[in-house]
């Protein structure tokens, strides 16, 4: 296989709303670069993107896969992405190597909320768009209505570079008013004859031309003024000007084509290859430091690790995007988060899972090495001489939470170690094991996400898990000043136990003055400040800890042992065994014996001296809320608005967008589980969410009273 120059090499990314075709679309460029020498299809597992088990069973991709096609002398790099927000983690990946999005829709639907909520990461990530109205072999295909509902719903303006001629179960002709040729397909394997454009068709191809060389000029002074001068623009004037509006997300040039009979896929590549930016006109890396790296093949190597896999029989493979210099079968190159050599033993080019061994690959190619050892996503790789770190992808937050156990306890361990390898393939996949809930958590993007890796543990590891309702981390906290004090004594032959604390508790806020006087029950308590302690605790808040014992009542020496105690009890609060947070605690009296008190004695005369006052001051219970967008078609509104609502949800704003309602509200955690599943039903799979941490706040009293005789029965049992 030829070595490529950056020069020679497009990354494309494959994306849009599941259903539209991209896998199929992703083997017939595969096909026409003769990578294979005949297509299949997802009705006979067969193809180069979806090769895993678990795609075989679901019928849709459900991993990215990496692919390329050799044409007209280039290189394309192809990702083809999932199509389902469950799996957005691949997008994001795809996007931080690829150059540009290749937008596919459905020719049945046109533009849906798969494609809302992928041309959306495409804005965020500031990357270009093509698009593609795929399936016009379908029955139902209509180029127009999915034009306007494109035209519609886009926020990078749309023009149409092709149009068919016989859309429906019939189509194989479509006209190009780049070209102003009509092109007809023989057969089902991209074999077109190059026609003139019919009399009667004459008319609108004219017309979108004069729209396409519009759109052209619009995005160049120089263009502009050379179409004011002659009236119209030359195929290499349009391409240029294109070139400019593709690269500032200013256009997106609109394609027809039928990836299952490989119609338009030819036309497609040969328009990525002459105006689609690529790895020397897209922008650089930046790196953590600020600067950029660009794709210069005679500067030092810098590699991004941008997907992990592991294979049996192999290990682990990383695919890299060299994003500067060249990278070569043998060489050592530094990993810059953990300082490691890693030498890359052999390199290939990546064909789904056929991998073509290569000897080199130059900046902006991709590929994969093997066997590294402790490199994994989101790691650069860079020549020990000039070592730099790139920035890394920022995955979006977790959406779905649950716990997780294995059903025979004798496979918890081994159930641990494969979910870090799933951690390690998907970064989207959070696993810690709750020192607080005493719960291992596993968090996704959506409960197909999670049931999708149950299911392939099921069948690669052989081993059931069961995931279930996740407890809340509530966090227990007081609204006013209460006293308390305990005597802890205990007599039984020789050295006793003795130790008496008298404390007062009070709500902690930010700023709040120095204490002096408290007159708590009638009596009238001061304070002389002896000694001030402040944590910030890591579940969140503050304590306060105050010494203000006089006189000797109780030695200095036992005052770390008070605190301790009143710690272990704000660890496990007296309400739920949750969190305590927020609380001054000032220590004002006391009694001690001189041979009885020890620090055993007054860590518990503290704790319960804690618990008693805790339970006087007011307690509440606070629960964490999250910020919950949704983006849903406006039919589904209401039936979203009225759900949320039963949730407990503060409804924060609504706006409309382009046929899709964005609804934003403050729900509490305890309310979000199976949330996703519940949106999905109630809007047919048309609406998404993202949701993230806000605040803590106090829950209402009826769910509190709910959840103390909880406690109080699971106390008793």
């Excluded at 005597?487 to 508790?505: D, P, T, W």
């Amino acid at each position: 296989m030829k070595n490529y120059s950056a020069r020679e090499i497009k990354n494309i990314v494959l994306v849009g709303a599941p259903g539209s075709g991209k896998t199929t679309l992703a083997e017939a460029m595969a096909f026409e670069g003769k990578v294979i020498d005949r297509r299949g299809s997802i009705e006979n597992n067969n193809t180069l993107s979806d090769n895993t088990d678990i795609e075989h069973e679901y019928k849709r991709s459900i991993y990215s896969t990496i692919l390329f096609t050799e044409f007209m002398d280039r290189k394309l790099n192809i990702i083809d992405c999932p199509g389902s927000d469950d799996f957005c983690g691949n997008l994001f990946s795809a996007f931080k190597v690829g150059d540009v999005g290749i937008m596919v829709f459905n020719a049945n639907v046109g533009w849906e909320v798969g494609s809302e909520i992928q041309s959306r990461y495409a804005r965020i990530l500031n990357k270009p768009l093509i698009g593609v109205i795929n399936q016009l072999d379908g029955d139902k295909a209509n180029f127009e209505n999915a034009y306007e509902s494109i035209k519609a719903a886009s926020q990078v303006k749309p023009v149409i570079v092709q149009y068919p001629v016989n859309q429906g179960a019939g189509f194989n002709s479509f006209i190009d008013v780049l070209m102003m040729k009509m092109y007809r397909f023989k057969d089902e394997n991209g074999t077109r004859e190059e026609l003139e454009i019919p009399a009667e068709e004459m008319d609108k191809a004219q017309a979108l031309n004069q729209e396409l060389v519009e759109a052209a000029a619009e995005h160049d002074d120089a263009l502009m003024e050379l179409y004011f001068d002659k009236g119209t623009l030359t195929q290499d004037d349009i391409r240029s000007g294109l070139k400019l509006g593709v690269a500032r997300r200013a256009v997106m040039p609109i394609f027809c084509t039928s990836g299952k009979r490989d119609v338009g896929t030819k036309r497609l590549m040969e328009f990525i290859i002459n105006v689609a930016p690529g790895p020397m006109t897209a922008p650089a890396f930046p790196a953590a430091d600020g600067s950029e790296v660009a794709a210069n093949v005679d500067e030092p190597a810098v590699a991004f690790v941008f997907k992990s896999q592991l294979e049996q029989h192999i290990g682990e493979i990383s695919y890299i995007r060299v994003v500067r210099g060249k990278v070569t079968e043998g060489m050592e190159l530094v990993n810059s988060r953990t300082g490691n050599k890693e030498k890359l033993s052999q390199l290939f080019a990546v064909a789904g899972k056929n991998r073509i061994k290569v000897t080199e690959l130059s900046a902006g190619d991709i590929g994969c090495t093997v066997k590294l050892k402790g490199t994994r996503t989101n790691d650069t790789l860079a020549a020990p001489s000039a070592p730099v770190t790139l920035e890394p992808i920022v995955f979006p937050e977790p959406r779905y939470r649950a716990a997780v156990k294995a059903k025979e306890q004798k496979e918890e361990e081994r159930l641990g170690k494969i979910l870090n390898d799933a951690k390690f393939e998907d970064p989207t996949i959070l696993v810690a094991y709750s020192k607080e809930l005493k719960q291992t958590i596993i968090q996704g993007q959506g409960e197909h996400h999670l049931n999708i890796l149950k299911a392939r543990i099921a069948n690669e590891n052989k081993l059931d898990l069961e995931y279930f309702a996740p407890k809340i981390p509530y966090r227990e906290t007081i609204t006013k000043v209460a006293q308390a004090d305990y005597r802890h004594k205990k007599q039984s032959g020789g050295a006793g136990q003795f130790g008496e604390v008298h404390i007062v508790i009070e709500p902690y806020y930010e700023g709040m003055p120095e204490p002096t006087k408290y007159k708590v029950n009638g009596k009238e308590i001061t304070v002389n400040i002896k000694g001030k302690e402040e944590y910030d605790l890591e579940w969140g808040g503050k304590l306060q800890f105050y010494n203000s014992i006089v006189g000797g009542a109780i030695d200095a020496r036992f005052m770390p042992a008070i605190l301790k105690g009143i710690m272990e009890k704000m660890d496990e609060g007296p309400l739920t065994g949750s969190y305590a947070r927020d609380i001054r605690v000032v220590v004002y009296d006391g009694k001690m014996h001189p041979v009885d008190s020890n620090e055993i004695s007054f860590k518990l005369a503290a704790r319960n001296a804690f618990k008693e006052a805790f339970r006087n001051a007011g307690p509440k219970i606070m629960e964490p809320i999250y910020n919950v967008e949704v983006l849903t078609p406006s039919d589904y509104m209401g039936p979203v608005m009225s759900d949320l609502q039963n949730r407990r949800a503060m409804i924060m704003g609504m706006d409309h967008d382009k046929g899709f309602d964005r609804l934003n509200a403050r729900v509490p955690l305890a309310e979000l589980y199976r949330y996703s599943t519940t949106l999905s039903s109630l809007t047919s799979g048309a609406a998404t969410y993202t949701m993230q941490f806000a605040s803590y706040e106090q829950v209402p009293s009826d769910v509190q009273d709910k959840l103390l005789k909880a406690y109080t029965d699971t106390d008793e049992e």
